[in-house]
């Protein structure tokens, strides 16, 4: 009977230990808010919900479930709606976590391109200090690389990624090239990256130009004819200005490719000097020295 009674005590306790660890530790977790980032090119009025709640960029907690986002391009002064499509999809927020949006809005929807970057527990069990990233694309079909190597063709998953920053790399012929930094938490979660493709308009240009080369059995351009004299040529630029990242900073390397050697990070929102360009890299002087960065990430300032 005594024994019984110990047995109902104990059933009692673990249920109230139970109980406590829900409402306390597990609910409270649960409903910590994450947060939605949103870039756009060009800048464009954010809806969430239907409900009209700002610009971008965007940046607001939001509680933990999924959320209708629409994006409707303004105009240059911003004063009213611009001449590109507008975009809408559907987000899942989770605790403690980003939901990143990065839209590049063109005159038509095949134009368009641009991906949303969201982060869930894996499905699979990890190795320590490792993460997946799940990569989706529209279409399908694109060569998908990781820090400069080809690992595969979407759909695709990169089993056991290192945690800290990486660059992902999508290509489809005729389609636009995108660059992706992104960062593998800690604690056994899978990157889900899902990105649109958007048309390549120059494509045809660029493999007209391709095939002349190849024909000519040379590396050498054509000629290209001289400008007029009352052509005006575009300034240099002098200064950049850093644009938001997925990682929250931009790496600098010591050579203008994916090669080349990281030597510093800046950060969105920090300006330094215009040094040169060459092909989708741009030189910038910081403090100490000098260093590239992906123009894709920075804007130019006149």
């Known amino acids: 009977m005594k024994t ?167 290509y489809l012929s005729k389609l636009k090239r995108r660059t992706i930094l992104l960062n593998i938490e800690s604690g056994g979660y899978t990157t889900l990256l899902n990105t649109n493709l958007g048309l390549d308009v120059d494509f045809d240009k660029k493999f007209e130009l391709s095939k002349l080369l190849e024909a000519s059995g040379s590396a050498r351009l054509p000629d290209i004819p001289k400008l007029s004299p009352t052509t005006t040529p575009m300034p240099a630029p002098k200064s950049v200005l850093i644009q938001d990242t997925s990682t929250g900073f931009l790496r600098v390397r010591d050579a203008g490719s994916l090669a080349g050697k990281e030597i510093a990070q800046v950060k969105p929102g920090e300006t330094y000097t215009f040094i040169e360009e060459k092909g989708s890299w741009i030189k910038i002087k910081l403090s100490t020295a000098e260093g590239w960065v992906s123009a894709e990430f920075v804007k130019k300032v006149y």
Request: overall charge negative; aromatic content about 8%; cysteine-free.
């Open 4 to 170: 019984r009674i110990l047995y109902l005590i104990f059933l009692v306790l673990l249920a109230g230990v139970g109980t406590f660890l829900k409402i306390y530790v597990y609910d409270r977790q649960k409903a910590s808010p994450g947060n939605i980032q949103i870039v756009s090119v060009p800048e464009s009025s954010v809806f969430i919900n239907t409900q009209a709640v700002g610009r971008t960029p965007f940046n607001q907690p939001y509680t933990p479930g999924v959320y209708a986002v629409k994006l409707i391009p303004l105009s240059t002064d911003n004063t009213a709606t611009s001449s590109a499509v507008t975009w809408e999809g559907k987000v899942e927020v989770r605790s403690r976590q980003y939901t990143y949006i990065r839209r590049e809005l063109a005159n038509t929807e095949i134009e368009s391109a641009g991906e949303v970057l969201t982060i869930r527990p894996a499905d699979l069990p990890l190795a320590a200090g490792t993460g997946d990233i799940e990569i989706q694309t529209d279409p399908p079909g694109a060569v998908v690389s990781l820090d400069g190597e080809d690992v595969g063709v979407s759909p695709h998953v990169i089993r056991g990624a290192s945690v800290g920053a990486h660059e992902v790399s999508l």
